[in-house]
């Protein structure tokens, strides 16, 4: 899809609840330029992909089509944050550096992701909301207790705290 290509469908209502319009029109395209996971590798859309725009006749609100694997905002799928971070933090030799070109990124990016991820969930309640859907999975002897590392990996108590909290949570969430 794209420009002189072909079209997704045209939505059949307004996305703003409190507008009861079912009038949409195409608004043009938008340019991403994405990162996917594609076979467990990154693959980076150098060329872009195009998106949809569409506008209300009715409040004048407009949006971008997206597809579902894409994460609204970002350059880096939801996928690709997680294997990146997983990447940095079960490998005890992976650097920021390392794990970045690994995965098409900036080290800065995969810091950050650190920050965000470790705000997300606390990793308790999700390993005890797993352990109540399934209690015969061995999920809590699975919890990690350290981040592996042959080098520092965080500076301070706080960021070591930060990278555990993270490497529990997605242990948990991913159930292994």
Known sequence: MGPGRGRPPRPSACTRSSCPSN?????????????????GQPLRLDDGLWLQRVA?????????????FLYPHRSYGP??????SLSYLSDAKA?????ASQFG????AIWAWMCTLSCLAEP????AEATRLAPAA???????????????????????????????????????
């Open 23 to 39: 009038r949409i029109w195409y608004d043009g395209w938008r340019l991403v330029f994405v990162t996917l996971l594609v076979e």
């Open 79 to 84: 996928d690709v944050v997680e294997a990146a």
């Open 56 to 68: 209300c006749a009715g409040c004048w609100t407009s949006w971008t089509l997206r597809p579902v």
């Open 138 to 176: 061995p999920s809590v002897e699975l919890m990690p207790r350290v981040v592996p590392q042959d080098h520092v990996k965080g500076r301070s108590a706080e960021r070591q705290a930060v990278l555990l909290r993270v490497l529990q949570l997605l242990t948990a969430l991913r159930g292994r």
């Open 95 to 99: 650097s920021y550096a390392r794990v």
């Open 124 to 127: 308790a309640a999700v390993l």
């Open 105 to 108: 990124c900036s080290w800065t």
